[in-house]
T-cell receptor, first 117, second 114 residues
């Protein structure tokens, strides 16, 4: 079974600075998808960024980018120019490339990101 | 386009009571999921469905039941509520042909069992 580990329960960063959230995963598959979700106090789960394992290029979405190291099974999220609205829980998640339905996303335990003004 | 709609948003149950958490999606997604979120534990899969009439257990199914009579609806039933079921419940859906997309989540139901 796949596991996803987020080793930082909480991170704090000054507004306008850059912060990196860590995520490692364990899988025997060669193809899969990785995601970062944001959960603000409203509870809504919001997709931030996704990465296909077969793509070598790191995904980027505006101020959000990932550092995907397939051999190390590492998938970190970098947030540049942090804003107060970035304060939230961030979850790393894994999805197999193929599956008959038993392919529910496997989530890490989350990292609580605090933005200090 | 409403996406995934969950009702109710909050509920307090007494031990032993029953209730159904409703979930509906209007995106014609064939896959639907129920997760529970406990503090510091991330999200755990309770049940999932790959289409109408087909359901299967996830990681933590005990104490819950589901049904999928239509593509749109995927209710979660708690038969005999226990304090251990105090949690936030999320319904999600996805389209099987677009696995890179991830899920669309509902806004969650906060359930407290006292």
């Amino acid at each position: 079974a796949q596991t996803v580990t987020q080793s930082q329960p909480e991170m704090s960063v000054q507004e306008a600075e850059t912060v990196t959230l860590s995520c490692t995963y364990d899988t025997s598959e060669s193809d899969y998808y990785l995601f970062w979700y944001k959960q603000p106090p409203s509870r809504q789960m919001i997709l931030v960024i996704r990465q296909e394992a077969y793509k070598q290029q790191n995904a980027t979405e505006n101020r959000f980018s990932v550092n995907f190291q397939k051999a190390a099974k590492s998938f970190s999220l970098k947030i540049s120019d942090s804003q107060l609205g970035d304060a939230a829980m961030y979850f790393c998640a894994y999805r197999p490339f193929s599956g008959g339905g038993a392919d529910g996303l496997t989530f890490g335990k989350g990292t609580h990101l605090i933005i200090q003004p | 386009n409403a996406g995934v709609t969950q009702t109710p948003k909050f509920r307090i149950l007494k031990i032993g009571q029953s209730m159904t958490l409703q979930c509906a999606q209007d995106m014609n997604h064939n896959y639907m999921y129920w997760y529970r979120q406990d503090p510091g534990m991330g999200l755990k899969l309770i049940y999932y469905s790959v289409g109408a009439g087909i359901t299967d257990k996830g990681e933590v199914p005990n104490g819950y039941n589901v049904s999928r009579s239509t593509t749109e609806d995927f209710p979660l039933r708690l038969e005999l509520a226990a304090p251990s079921q105090t949690s936030v419940y999320f319904c999600a859906s996805s389209y099987s042909a677009d696995r890179a997309y991830g899920y669309t989540f509902g806004s969650g139901t906060r359930l407290t069992v006292v």
